[in-house]
């Protein structure tokens, strides 16, 4: 059953933090980046958004997800980070692009590029 996430106006940096994303929205035609954070606040969690600007102003900047917690299968939720803790890794995210596309896990006929890595991982 899906569970409704109630939207809030204000986000403080040391609140428990169950996910930071920063995601493209279209807005009246355009795009437009937003910064999803979910924070936990007497149990239930929340939602904040920031609307960062039109894209171009993030050029090859990848969309991204943070986990800073789980929801456990008996709906308990547990944070391990706060919400001044994912934004900086999400700072260093934007600046840095340190998102490496070859790092990323293909699906199908990228086996060559796999067997590298793992090669290189393996120090042969």
Known sequence: MAKIIIGTDYVTEDEPCLELSEIIVSQL?????HQVIKVVRNGSVM?????????KKFKDVDMFRIPGGIVRPDGKIETVHTVGQLRDIAEQL????ILDKSDRIMSGTNTKKTRTNRKVMEGT
């Open 29 to 33: 035609g355009k795009q437009h980046r």
């Open 47 to 55: 939602e904040f958004v920031i609307d960062l600007g039109n894209v």
């Open 94 to 97: 934007r600046q840095k692009n």
